[in-house]
């Protein structure tokens, strides 16, 4: 495997004798460029907790905590420096204990919990975050209003348990929904129609099928910014995903195509996963990925044959493992406007910085034109 490290106007190649390998960089330029990126990222993705965190952080004033019922549930820990959180996890608790009224955080995880009753949670109307990840609960364990009636929690964790569809009803307030390695396999018709403030959905590693999904499944998500279903047996792209996705991750499932315009319906989507599916030249849309609004794909170990099409947006693009043979550079170059000045072209031509096709049958050297085309690329992984 090579890897090939661009700077200025030099490139030099450097073989690798071990198949991953980290790329360090040390001209100025490209470090600043690379700090610029990981910065926004960063930002992007933190997007999903900005407002949650804002919000759960309101504390009360300590002065009113003097007011509070101080009894704590013998099964339980109660810092005597963090009054609103109830820490139960680790215990081998089979039912919830009765939670205080002044109670914000609740952590249960790791348990042998199979059901939530309403009862427990009766007076605790100021609930923000409740933990219930690896316990054993069923659908047939959740009563009815007993999520829904806490009206001011943000964030839900049920992840490891016995749940064969996604629970409903649920709190118009929530935020954040962690459903992750459930056996979830349905999602019942107006599931989501009231969650307009949930900014994070995790179903990942479950048994979501495409027959899963109707057309208005995500109605009502208007906020909805993460979407993670990696590790399903999903053979189509979800149809009719909330228009503000940012972030899609559909890793690990069977999906052989991508309809025409599918992302038409999510013009903000920055970061999409496809990694580990099925996909060939023939499932892509006629323009690739041509989407301005996506910087970081990744298309590994699929069954490619072409580099597909991309937007001079473009900034990470991950295409290793596939069955890739060329690079035809005429064909995947962004058109940008021929009449830039060559010290503009760097600002306003393709952005691509990172390009992985290892695990193909490349055989290197790579094009010169490619360094051509991509001015900004800091590193080809061949």
């Not at 030099?10 to 610029?36: E, G, N, R, W």
């Not at 949930?198 to 009502?220: P, W």
């Not at 690990?252 to 580990?276: C, D, M, Q, T, W």
């Not at 990925?289 to 473009?314: C, E, G, M, R």
Request: hydrophobic letters at 40%; a neutral charge.
């Amino acid at each position: 495997m090579f890897t090939y490290h661009f700077g200025a106007c030099s490139c030099q190649k450097v073989k690798l004798y071990k198949p991953l390998i980290t790329v360090s960089l040390t001209l100025d330029t490209i470090m600043a460029s690379t700090i610029c990126f990981i910065l926004w990222v960063v930002f992007v993705t933190d997007t999903v907790w900005t407002r949650s965190v804002r919000q759960v952080y309101e504390a009360s004033d300590p002065e009113d905590w003097t007011m509070h019922d101080f009894d704590c549930p013998r099964e339980c820990f109660c810092p005597p420096s963090f009054p609103t959180a109830l820490y139960c996890e680790n215990r081998g608790l089979k039912e919830i204990p009765a939670i205080p009224s002044r109670i914000w955080y609740l952590y249960l995880e790791n348990n042998l919990i199979e059901t939530i009753p309403e009862k427990p949670f009766e007076n605790a109307t100021q609930l923000r975050w409740i933990n219930l990840n690896k316990n054993k609960i069923t659908n047939y364990g959740i009563e009815k209003g007993a999520l829904s009636q806490l009206k001011k929690l943000l964030f839900l964790f049920l992840e490891d348990n016995e749940l064969e569809e996604v629970p409903s009803p649920l709190p118009r307030s929530l935020e954040q929904l962690q459903l992750a390695r459930n056996k979830v396999s349905r999602i019942p018709q107006g599931t989501f129609s009231n969650l307009e403030n949930l900014t994070l959905l995790d179903l990942q590693h479950n048994k979501l099928l495409d027959n899963a999904f109707q057309r208005d499944t995500f109605k009502g998500l208007k906020n909805l910014m993460q979407l993670n279903m990696a590790k399903n047996a999903l053979r189509n792209m979800p149809p009719r995903l909330p228009a503000n996705t940012m972030q899609l991750f559909l890793d690990n499932n069977s999906i052989e195509g991508i309809p025409e315009n599918y992302f038409n319906v999510i013009p903000k989507v920055a970061f999409l996963r496809l990694n580990h599916n099925k996909l060939s030249d023939a499932g892509l849309p006629s323009s690739g990925f041509n989407v301005s609004s996506i910087l970081d794909l990744q298309l590994s170990h699929n069954q490619l044959t072409k580099v597909p099409k991309i937007s001079a947006h473009l900034q990470h693009l991950y295409l290793d493992h596939n069955k890739i043979r060329n690079v035809n550079v005429s064909v995947i170059c962004p058109s940008t406007p021929t009449t830039l000045p060559v010290e503009d072209s760097f600002s306003y031509g393709p952005h691509l910085r990172y390009l992985r096709l290892d695990g193909n049958e490349i055989k290197p050297p790579i094009p010169m034109d490619l360094m051509t085309c991509f001015r900004l690329l800091q590193a080809v992984i061949i």
